[in-house]
């Protein structure tokens, strides 16, 4: 069975563009959530998805949006990008908004210029 | 400062033990876990912990809590060098969303 796969790998933006990153969960599954992995730290929680619905938000500014579509897959969507957010972004899978245990991703790693 | 902490590095020869340890802060955490990362990937669950258990082994694996120190630890027996990466301790609480509140992970090099 594939696990959690993400798209694209690889990503260069320049400052003040905006940038979509994908995500489809395990099969089964119906949680997304998205971290950010800055060089050297741990990952940080953005977002997390239930059933289409926004069940949690960490503390990132109103530029970072996500949504989940019928099929579970995500998109976590970026504006006005800043060298800052440069990072690996990694999306996690659980099977439900409860579950105790989430599966990761590989991750997009985005580079900002 | 941070809910989660650990050392930044471990260096052990391949076959002895290795013990990676870390502190959490919240009493009320409810699921400990540890993720494996290796270079240019994601995070790998290797193993969680209830709260209300003193130790847990899968394989190579013991991992043992400590409440009252709020310590846990992750013992990795015979370490090969497969077994170099990052390490990740992460706590999470009951409450709905059982999301993980990450460590800076401990940087575990293996050598001959």
């Known amino acids: 069975d594939a696990g959690v796969t993400q798209s694209p790998t690889h990503l260069i933006k320049t400052r003040g563009q905006h940038v979509t990153l994908r995500c489809s969960p395990i099969s089964g599954h119906k949680s997304v959530s998205w971290y950010q992995q800055v060089l050297g730290q741990g990952p940080q929680f953005i977002f997390q998805?239930?059933?289409?619905?926004?069940?949690g938000r960490g503390n990132f500014p109103d530029r970072f949006s996500a949504r989940q579509f019928p099929n579970y897959s995500s998109e976590l969507n970026v504006n006005a990008l800043l060298l800052g957010d440069s990072a690996l972004y990694l999306c996690?899978?659980?099977?439900?908004?409860?579950?105790?245990?989430?599966?990761f991703g590989p991750g997009t790693r985005l580079l900002v210029l | 400062g941070e809910d989660v902490e650990q050392s930044l590095f471990l260096s052990v020869r391949e076959g002895d033990s290795s013990v990676i340890n870390c502190t959490y802060t919240?009493?009320?955490?409810?699921?400990l876990y540890w993720y494996k990362q290796e270079p240019g990937a994601g995070l790998q669950l290797l193993t969680y912990?209830?709260?209300?258990?003193d130790m847990k082994q899968d394989q190579r694996l013991t991992v043992l809590l400590n409440k009252k120190d709020k310590h846990l630890s992750l013992r990795i027996a015979d370490t090969q060098t497969g077994d170099s990466a990052i390490y990740f301790c992460?706590?999470?609480?009951?409450?709905?969303?059982?999301?993980?509140?990450f460590g800076r992970g401990t940087s575990l090099i293996v050598h001959p």
């Open positions: 992460a706590e999470s609480m009951r409450g709905g969303s059982y999301i993980p509140t």
């Open positions: 912990i209830f709260s209300n258990m």
């Open positions: 919240d009493s009320s955490s409810t699921y």
């Open positions: 996690a899978s659980s099977s439900s908004g409860t579950s105790e245990t989430q599966y």
């Open positions: 998805y239930y059933e289409k619905e926004e069940r």
